[in-house]
């Protein structure tokens, strides 16, 4: 299994952008799909999940309203807008078949990253 996470850049405060996440070697029609990031000096943690069954949404406090996260049969988003500093970081998607969304536990493949920063 192969996750390719796509779409990080080098913004200005305010901007937008959309990350994807291509899978091979598996479907991701029956995961839920998972978004985490990585800040610079920091543990990673997580941003937004989707399941796969009723494409329930979580996400963290600090992206709420400003982040949504999509999916379609072989692809997972996740659109950022209103770009923070704070939001400068390493973003990985993961899918896993089961567990807590939020848990970096429950998630059995990672991507290896995409690089977001943001300026002020």
């Known amino acids: 299994v192969r996750l390719v996470e796509s779409g990080g850049g080098y913004v200005q405060a305010g901007d937008s952008l959309r990350l994807s996440c291509a899978a091979s070697?598996?479907?991701?029609?029956?995961?839920?799909i998972g978004w985490f990031r990585r800040p610079p000096g920091k543990e990673r943690e997580f941003v937004a999940a989707i399941t796969w069954s009723r494409h329930s949404t979580s996400y963290a406090d600090s992206v709420k309203g400003r982040f949504t996260i999509s999916r379609d049969t072989a692809m997972g988003y996740l659109q950022m807008n209103t770009l923070k500093p704070e939001d400068t970081a390493v973003y990985y998607c993961?899918?896993?078949?089961?567990?807590?969304?939020?848990?970096?536990?429950?998630?059995?493949?990672w991507g290896q990253g995409t690089q977001v920063t943001v300026s002020s």
């Open positions: 070697g598996t479907t991701l029609s029956d995961k839920t």
């Open positions: 993961a899918v896993t078949s089961g567990g807590v969304p939020s848990r970096i536990e429950s998630y059995d493949f």
